[in-house]
T-cell receptor, first 111, second 113 residues
Framework: DQQVKQNSPSLSVQEGRISILNCDYTNSMFDYFLWYKKYPAEGPTFLISISSIKDKNEDGRFTVFLNKSAKHLSLHIVPSQPGDSAVYFCAASAFGNQFYFGTGTSLTVIP | DTGVSQDPRHKITKRGQNVTFRCDPISEHNRLYWYRQTLGQGPEFLTYFQNEAQLEKSRLLSDRFSAERPKGSFSTLEIQRTEQGDSAMYLC???????????FGSGTRLTVV
């Protein structure tokens, strides 16, 4: 049973525009959420996190929004750059032990 | 410290053989995790250590799989009698007690032929 879902397998965005990656979850006990970026032949790299006590966290060009009532989070990248092209995974955890990952969204930023 | 290190990067083995992978976490991290990732999927949790204690195991971890973390430092993941379905990327991650964000290694890609 997939507790974390990324329903868009791929996304293409023009350089300089906003990229919005979405993630839905089913477990209301999840209290911590992460976004990871993965390049081919590398392990996932931590990008940004948010705890359930917040609804927004910002780090430079990256902002994560959490809507607990909708069990939905999103990652906004603005402005998008070609180097942002990668697969993005969202992950969720209850009480900080194992994380459940979505299936990923492949982002392509077109120069 | 250069991060989480995994060895080997790639392993090709014949069905039925045993394989062992090694993970060296970030030295000050007391938590260590093993995940498995197959094509088109996100990483799936296998097992988790806090120091040398194995605290949680996924049902994905059949009795052919065993993980150890002697002395709470590096960890090994052994797969006995490999099957073609074991072909995947095996990822190791570590974190500190107060940091929920993992640092992943680059993974070991296993191909069972």
């Amino acid at each position: 049973d997939q507790q974390v879902k990324q329903n868009s397998p791929s996304l293409s965005v023009q350089e300089g525009r906003i990229s919005i990656l979405n993630c839905d979850y089913t477990n209301s006990m999840f209290d911590y959420f992460l976004w990871y970026k993965k390049y081919p032949a590398e392990g996932p790299t931590f990008l940004i996190s948010i705890s359930s006590i917040k609804d927004k966290n910002e780090d430079g060009r990256f902002t994560v929004f959490l809507n607990k009532s909708a069990k939905h989070l999103s990652l906004h990248i603005v402005p998008s750059q070609p180097g942002d092209s990668a697969v993005y995974f969202c992950a969720a955890s209850a009480f900080g032990n194992q994380f459940y990952f979505g299936t990923g969204t492949s982002l392509t930023v077109i120069p | 410290d250069t991060g989480v290190s995994q060895d080997p990067r790639h392993k090709i083995t014949k069905r039925g053989q045993n394989v062992t992978f090694r993970c060296d976490p970030i030295s000050e991290h007391n938590r260590l995790y093993w995940y498995r990732q197959t094509l088109g999927q996100g990483p799936e949790f296998l097992t988790y250590f806090q120091n040398e204690a194995q605290l949680e195991k996924s049902r994905l971890l059949s009795d052919r799989f065993s993980a150890e973390r002697p002395k709470g430092s590096f960890s090994t993941l052994e797969i006995q009698r490999t099957e073609q379905g074991d072909s995947a990327m095996y990822l190791c991650a570590s974190s500190s007690r107060t940091d929920y964000g993992y640092t992943f290694g680059s993974g070991t890609r296993l191909t069972v032929v």
